[in-house]
């Protein structure tokens, strides 16, 4: 696996190992939670759901989906009453 290397300027250098082509980037922070409150209250909804902190990244990614669908389809619909 590619690992980064720190440079002075705080950017992440990407080295590619014989037999691949693209660079993989640094694992990050990650931390198993027993469920999805725990998950959420130590590391936050967008945490969870965006940095995948914990094994519950997927989840909550799907519940965020629903929020964001919710609300586009709230503004259409109000839109199209409006308009």
Known sequence: MAEGKKTVANTVEFTVKKGERIPRKPLGEYAEADNLSQAINRDGFLGTAMDDKNQFGPVS??????IVATVTGLALKLMSLYM
């Open 61 to 66: 990614m799907m519940i965020l989906l629903l």
